[in-house]
């Protein structure tokens, strides 16, 4: 997919977004009303976060960012696709992680300038692991500290779906992990190491010793 195609790809979100809420207005649906406003809300809020620090996106990038938010809050929770596709919550987590990932790789980079020689590759690797994991681990502490003070369910079938989300974000954590390392070794012209150098691209002032 083309970056144009990326971006009309968040161009028919928003989109649905809004047609979901005129509609359950008019049908008296507040609930999903309320929920297309906070997805559609939340999916904008990335870009007012990077243009208030100056840092540009790339299309796949934010994309990828709208995509998650409309899954997660929207289809997941209006629709229920978290019951009724058991795999649902098992992408979620792993592109989660993925990002989460490419974001700690990022920010690491920015330390040294985007200078791909004098950056430990092990400890970018190590970096990128650890943040994506704290992330996901952050996010089961949220779902036992909901169900425990709520009476929430999120947690599904309590350890067994914590354990398996775990190990979900580890394995999309490797992945990020390997995309950097594909990146710092020169080979950016493809998947998520192309998003990376597209970023640094992007971000020239960053990474004013990128060689």
Same mark, same amino acid.
């Given at each position: 997919?083309?970056?144009? !195609?990326?971006?009309?790809?968040?161009?028919? +979100? *928003?989109?649905?977004?809004?047609?979901?809420?005129?509609?359950?207005?008019?049908?008296?649906? *507040?609930? @999903?009303?309320?929920?297309?406003?906070?997805? =559609?809300? #939340?999916? $904008?809020?990335?870009?007012l976060a990077v243009a208030? =620090?100056?840092? &540009?996106?790339? #299309?796949?990038?934010?994309?990828?960012? +709208?995509?998650f938010i409309f899954g997660?809050?929207?289809?997941?929770?209006?629709?229920?696709?978290?019951?009724?596709?058991?795999? *649902? /919550?098992?992408?979620?987590?792993?592109?989660?992680? +993925?990002?989460?990932?490419?974001? !700690?790789?990022?920010?690491?980079?920015? @330390?040294?300038?985007?200078?791909?020689?004098?950056?430990?590759? *092990?400890? @970018?690797?190590?970096?990128?692991?650890? =943040?994506?994991?704290? $992330?996901?681990?952050?996010?089961?502490?949220?779902?036992?500290?909901? /169900? &425990?003070?709520? !009476?929430?369910?999120?947690?599904?079938?309590? @350890?067994?779906?914590?354990?398996? /989300? #775990?190990?979900?974000?580890?394995?999309?954590?490797?992945?990020?992990?390997?995309?950097?390392?594909?990146?710092?070794?020169?080979? /950016?012209?493809?998947? #998520?190491?192309? +998003?990376?150098?597209?970023?640094?691209?992007?971000?020239?002032?960053?990474?004013?010793? &990128?060689?």
């Open positions: 997919m083309t970056f144009r !195609g990326h971006a009309y790809l968040t161009y028919a +979100v *928003w989109i649905t977004l809004c047609v979901a809420f005129v509609s359950a207005l008019i049908g008296g649906r *507040w609930s @999903l009303a309320f929920v297309a406003a906070l997805t =559609f809300v #939340l999916s $904008i809020a990335p870009a208030r =620090f100056r840092i &540009q996106l790339p #299309l796949s990038f934010f994309a990828g960012i +709208v995509l997660t809050i929207f289809l997941g929770e209006a629709f229920d696709f978290y019951e009724r596709y058991w795999w *649902w /919550d098992i992408a979620l987590h792993g592109g989660s992680a +993925v990002g989460f990932g490419l974001i !700690g790789f990022l920010f690491v980079l920015t @330390l040294f300038e985007g200078d791909r020689l004098a950056a430990p590759h *092990w400890a @970018l690797a190590l970096i990128t692991f650890c =943040f994506a994991m704290a $992330i996901g681990v952050s996010w089961e502490v949220f779902e036992f500290a909901m /169900d &425990q003070l709520f !009476g929430l369910n999120m947690q599904k079938s309590g @350890l067994v779906d914590t354990m398996w /989300d #775990l190990i979900v974000d580890m394995i999309g954590a490797s992945i990020a992990v390997l995309a950097g390392s594909a990146y710092l070794k020169g080979r /950016d012209r493809r998947g #998520l190491a192309r +998003v990376i150098a597209e970023f640094v691209r992007l971000n020239k002032r960053f990474f004013t010793r &990128q060689r």
